[in-house]
């Protein structure tokens, strides 16, 4: 072996844990990338099982950050710091999942039989998420309804078109900390966009 003057090797540890929601104790699936935050620098990325669960055999000893990234209508985050010894082998170490909510939406107008409110099926629904955090695009179901699985916190915004192009709706979708692990319900009503008339007045007339 080789001694290098002035470096001192602290050893390895390993662990053992899981990956959680926010709240409680249900699993959830990820890539869960390890960082070693001491004087030396050590990265390992490994992918849970299906019960949420990870083993890293080896990281250097020392101060560690753990984070959690789960893909899915939107990417969902978590973080976790820790400690390991010499030849520790630590265990049910847990890594959360940033707090989220599923979102069951309804693209309504007022042209149902009879003058009620119905869904409109086949309407390009877009959202945004606050903080730049990601666009996505679908399509109603034939009754008007859609839905999003794993929207973090913040306030986000849903614009929809109609199929004819010509009634769009807007709602702002406000997601707390408090909302985690619940379904939200959100309607978005379409509006006929106003026509533009242009006057045209024939040439060589006053």
Do not use: C, K, M, Y
């Not at 470096?7 to 070693?36: D, K, M, P, Y």
């Not at 935050?37 to 560690?64: C, K, M, N, S, W």
């Not at 899915?72 to 170490?93: I, N, W």
């Not at 730049?132 to 999003?148: E, P």
């Amino acid at each position: 072996w080789i001694q290098i003057p002035g470096v001192r090797l602290n050893g390895v540890g390993s662990i053992r844990g899981q990956a959680r929601r926010a709240a409680g104790l249900e699993a959830v699936t990820g890539q869960v990338t390890f960082e070693s935050t001491g004087p030396f620098a050590q990265r390992v990325e490994i992918t849970t099982d299906a019960a949420g669960g990870f083993h890293v055999p080896q990281l250097l000893a020392g101060p560690f950050t753990a984070r959690l990234r789960r893909p899915g209508d939107f990417v969902l985050l978590g973080s976790s710091t820790g400690s390991l010894a010499p030849g520790q082998e630590l265990s049910d170490f847990v890594v959360a999942l940033e707090p989220n909510a599923d979102v069951n939406g309804r693209v309504v107008a007022e042209d149902a039989p009879g003058g009620g409110v119905g869904g409109v099926g086949g309407a390009t629904v877009v959202v945004r998420l606050a903080a730049s955090r990601g666009t996505r695009t679908l399509v109603s179901a034939s009754d008007g309804a859609f839905t999003l699985r794993g929207v973090p916190v913040g306030r986000h915004s849903l614009l929809a078109t109609g199929p004819d192009g010509l009634r769009t709706g807007a709602v702002a979708l406000d997601v707390a900390e408090t909302d985690e692990g619940t379904a939200l319900a959100v309607e978005i009503p379409l509006v006929t966009n106003p026509v533009l008339v242009e006057s045209l007045v024939p040439s060589g007339t006053a």
